[in-house]
């Protein structure tokens, strides 16, 4: 009952640098220099996932992902937190893709890898944060995908999962193949240790170029983007942010006098 | 600081510092307040491998060097000295086995501590000195089951957590009437080793220090480490490079912690309308602790890569801990000096810093010892 | 694809029990803003899909769909990716929208992609704000790096543009006495068959009011400091007849519960007429989540909190000293 399994990982500016971003006003495009990448941080879960039913069930564990060469390191870490084999697709003609585009390379990678039993993705990415690229790949790949897992289990050859809705969740019963979006509260990641990161070096990673992948021409990169992007610009605010200051009991006065200008019924 | 880690060194750094960030770093003010050494995370350091790094990996370690034991000591003690030194002293019971130990002893007892099944102890100080270490009176006696240990250790690290413990004591006396010195292994639950009094410190509280006492402990006779006379090579060898750089990885993180929280404390405190950190003051204050971290660093990694080049270097470990230590409460100070009345508030972690870097001293022989071995070496 | 043939404004209405969602109400009134704007014949269409679906056209008319499109089928009685997705998307193909909303709830962050991905169109998701460049093109607004920036997302070449918006970003209309036209929809449906089972559906009971009915909303953040802490604004919440919301960090400590109270980015966003929050940095996730507040007071220890930029009225204090005051006064 091995299982293959398959999981796409983003590399992202590191969050606890988000407030360094800048946004260079004539290209339109943030500046990423000095802010670290990372893996983004529901990626670990979903490798934690696809690392859990490995050590259970064994198989095997590939992580792929689409971004420049640079990102080699964060393929590292995922090597360093279990992972088997790594597949970087990394080519100019991949740059600027939407989402689509994006599920497009990354579901080629599957196919030409595979086949696989799952595939894991993070329901979403730290930056961007489309959430979409889960359902795509689940699209482009002809397989059931279900998104927002919050706890599954793998027991006699079907996935039991949980998915979260805004008032509940809804338990479903899934056949492999099949693609799914995890959310945080599916584990806890495990730490890179030191003998996993020493190991991590002498693990395959390759990189795939545009040429090496079943890719259609006309879904990848900006130019197979049906989404393009426009201005960049911070948001601004027009609060006055009058500053009150005083005893305690003069500031609570003041709160509470704002509180029945504003007709909050109490 | 220390330019030239190698990739694997910056990688193994972010690994660690990740790890310590979650798991250490949120509990690090509470185990000071509490005086609890947290002995039940030894499983999950062990699993992580950060005890003896430079254990090769038919031991059960990750074969790694001094350097890279000190990078994860430092990234430990940023935010928990306390549990830098348990972790340290821990590393010391290792180190001395894996150095001076037969096949069989490094086979039986260095597994379960690299994995942190176990905990390791190493009891050298006497109420008759630590640095006067020839005059001990504990002894190690030959008997015909093996040997008899008998007395009393004090300002032991780990003295009421450690299972596998190395001690140090007499083996009666050479020709000339000068105390012949050995060292023996007490494996785990051997009767007549218990631990004492327990030491209520001013720094480096996440850690449990305490008195040992052997009463007709008996060991058998493969527990002798080396031959009897071997003590002092031993006790030398394993205290003057890995406990004292020990040490200093300790104290440079101390350093470090005062750094990165008198920087923060700067850019956000805002008096007379603008940051402190516009305050030449306050830059002054800043720009010292950058300084001495840059040293400590500098100077520490290259003292660690002499030694993993296969060199002795007992006095340039001596310099390295006389420096970040001293370093370490001149840093703690000055930034309590900079953050004014906040300083003393045990909210902030600066006032644990100056305690931690206080008891650092003292820690694997005094800043005065230290300058004495430097000298007693330079002046031959 | 012929974009001259893609006309009308097409609503996801995502059927939430016995009601229609919040979210897709006010998508409905933010299409009847668009139309209005374009000033053209432009109709407000609505796709609703389930089994027994009719007795929500009154409601969607009465929100401003001007035609309320229904796929009824007892395959669509309880909502699956496939089977939704697939129904959507042939409704979509038939009616052939300029523009397709869909709310971003749970359910519709995976069908939007899932229909797009169909369609082999664009989304874009979470947005912020809708609007037409002077040109007339439609340009959706998203958040990136956690709401640090904004971007113009356009989908220039495919039809339909299509965009997902969170509960709290749009605003709901009400044209009394509205009526509109309705028709049926139907296809053949299979999905993946039974390769997905829905085994359970649970709903749990809420705890504490919903904070999109609240019309004061107190936030609290890293800064509150412990479970004890927070009862204290949970006591105030209730005095202002209100709710609490909270940051990730806040919810992470376990002080509150529910993904629901998380206000943020990846959280909720809410418009309540009064938000105070304490103990929050005002990183860009949070305050994407509230800078539409009627009233911002914000307290925090730090003077130069990035919250303050988002607040009416600053104040620099430990929020312990200052909120048990407030509710002692309110008690009065």
């Not at chain 1, 640079?70 to 088997?84: F, I, P, R, V």
């Not at chain 2, 953050?339 to 972690?349: D, F, K, R, V």
């Not at chain 3, 893609?6 to 006010?26: H, Q």
């Not at chain 3, 299409?31 to 389930?50: I, M, N, Q």
Request: aromatic content about 6%; glycine content about 10%; charged content about 25%.
């Amino acid at each position: 009952m091995a299982l293959n399994i398959a999981v796409c990982v983003k590399p992202v500016p590191d969050s606890k640098h988000f407030d360094k971003i800048t946004i260079d006003p004539v290209t339109k495009t943030w500046n990423r220099c000095g802010i670290p990448m990372v893996i983004s941080d529901l990626d670990k879960h979903a490798l934690e996932a696809a690392l859990s039913l490995r050590d259970k069930f064994l198989g095997k564990v590939t992580v792929f992902t689409m971004a420049p060469e640079t990102t080699k390191e964060n393929l590292l870490e995922a090597l360093g937190m279990g992972a088997d084999e790594a597949f970087l697709l990394s080519d100019r003609a991949f740059a600027g893709a939407d989402t689509l585009a994006t599920s497009h390379t990354l579901a080629a990678a599957i196919k030409k890898t595979g086949p696989y039993d799952l595939v894991i993705t993070g329901n979403e990415s730290d930056d961007g944060s489309t959430g979409q690229v889960s359902a795509q790949i689940g699209e482009w790949l002809k397989l059931p995908h279900i998104m927002n897992v919050i706890s599954l289990e793998y027991k006699d050859e079907v996935l039991h999962l949980n998915s979260i809705t805004e008032d509940g969740s809804i338990g479903y019963e899934l056949k492999l193949p099949a693609v799914i979006g995890v959310t945080r509260k599916v584990n806890k990641p495990r730490f890179i240790n030191v003998m996993g990161m020493m190991k991590a070096k002498t693990k395959p990673l390759t990189i795939l170029k545009a040429e090496d992948l079943p890719v259609d021409k006309d879904h990848i990169g900006l130019s197979g983007s049906p989404t393009q992007p426009g201005d960049i610009y911070s948001p601004q605010s027009g609060r006055k942010a009058e500053y009150l200051e005083g005893t305690p009991e003069e500031i609570a006065q003041r709160i509470v006098l704002e509180l029945r200008k504003a007709g909050i019924t109490l | 600081m220390f330019q030239f880690f190698t990739d694997d060194q910056k990688m193994l750094q972010k690994v660690i510092r990740e790890f310590v960030e979650k798991e250490i770093a949120p509990h690090a003010a509470e185990w000071d307040e509490k005086d609890v050494c947290p002995v039940e995370m030894w499983p999950t350091l062990g699993q992580m491998g950060m005890f003896g790094m430079f254990v090769p990996q038919q031991y059960g370690g990750p074969g790694l060097g001094l350097t890279e034991r000190n990078i994860m000591l430092e990234e430990v003690s940023r935010h928990s000295a306390g549990l830098g030194i348990a972790m340290m002293t821990h590393d010391l019971a290792i180190a001395c086995l894996l150095n001076f130990g037969t096949e069989e002893q490094k086979m039986k007892y260095l597994p379960d501590l690299c994995s942190g099944k176990k905990v390791g102890g190493l009891s050298v100080t006497e109420p008759t000195g630590g640095s006067d270490f020839g005059n001990q009176n504990t002894t190690i006696e030959k008997t015909a089951e093996g040997y008899t240990i008998n007395g009393r250790k004090c300002f032991i690290t780990n003295s009421h957590i450690a299972e596998v413990n190395i001690v140090t004591g007499t083996s009666g006396v050479n020709e000339k009437g000068r105390k012949i010195l050995s060292v023996a292994i007490v494996p785990p639950g051997t009767p007549g080793w218990t631990a004492g009094r327990k030491e209520n410190k001013l720094g480096l509280r996440g850690s449990v220090t305490g008195d040992i006492v052997c009463n007709d402990c008996k060991v058998p006779a493969d527990c002798l480490i080396g031959k009897e006379g071997d003590g002092s090579k031993i006790a030398m060898h394993t205290i003057g490079h890995f406990g004292r750089s020990g040490m200093s990885a300790i104290a440079t993180g101390v350093i470090r912690g005062c750094l990165e929280e008198g920087i923060k404390f700067a850019k956000e405190r805002v008096v007379y309308g603008k940051p402190i950190s516009n305050l030449q003051a306050i830059q002054f204050i800043v720009a010292e602790n950058q300084t001495e971290y840059n040293a400590s660093h500098a100077l520490m990694y290259n003292v660690t890569n002499i030694y993993d080049r296969g060199q002795q270097c007992v006095a340039e470990v001596a310099s390295l801990k006389l420096f970040t230590s001293e370093a370490a409460v001149r840093a703690a100070k000055r930034t309590i000096d900079l953050m004014g009345g906040y300083g003393i508030i045990n909210e902030y972690p600066v006032g644990r810093f100056l305690r931690d870097a206080m008891a650092i001293i003292p820690s694997g022989g005094t800043s005065h010892i230290m300058s004495v071995i430097i000298a007693s070496t330079v002046c031959r | 694809m012929n974009i001259s043939e893609y006309k009308n404004i097409l609503v996801y209405a995502e059927v939430k029990g016995d009601r229609i969602a919040e979210n897709s109400l006010e998508l409905i009134g933010e299409a009847c803003r668009l139309k209005e704007h374009k000033g053209d014949d432009t109709k407000v269409y609505t796709a609703v899909l389930g089994n027994g679906t009719d007795r929500f056209i009154e409601q969607l008319y009465e929100h401003g769909a001007d035609v309320v499109v229904s796929f009824n089928d007892e395959k669509l009685a309880q909502y699956r990716s496939d089977l939704y997705g697939e129904a959507l998307t042939k409704l979509a193909e038939k009616y052939k929208p300029e523009i397709f909303l869909i709310g971003c709830t749970y359910q519709g962050a995976e069908l939007a992609p899932t229909v797009a991905a169909r369609l082999k169109t664009g989304l874009a998701a979470h947005c912020t704000e809708l609007k037409f460049h002077s040109d007339g093109r439609f340009i959706q607004v998203v958040p990136a790096f956690g709401g640090k920036v904004l971007g113009d997302i356009l989908t220039p070449a495919h039809r339909p543009q299509m965009a997902t918006v969170k509960a709290g970003i749009c605003v709901k209309q009400r044209f009394e006495g509205k009526k509109g036209s309705s028709e049926s929809f139907s296809c053949d449906l299979s999905g993946f068959g039974d390769q997905i089972k829905v085994v359970s559906v649970v709903k749990e009971k809420a705890k504490g009011k919903p904070l999109h009915e609240s019309e004061c909303i107190i936030g609290g953040g890293f800064g509150v400091g412990s479970k004890e802490n927070w009862a204290i604004l949970e006591e105030f919440a209730t005095i202002v007849n209100g709710a609490t919301g909270c940051t990730r960090p806040a919810l992470d400590e376990g002080w509150t519960t529910g993904e629901q109270t998380m206000i943020g980015t990846s959280g909720v966003a809410v418009r309540p007429k009064m938000y105070i929050n304490v103990g929050i940095s005002g990183a860009a996730h949070h305050t994407c989540g509230m800078k539409d507040a009627g009233f911002v007071i914000s307290i925090n220890k730090d003077a130069n909190a990035e919250i303050f930029k988002y607040s009416d009225i600053k104040i620099v204090a430990d929020w312990k000293t200052i909120i048990p005051l407030v509710i002692e006064r309110l008690r009065k």
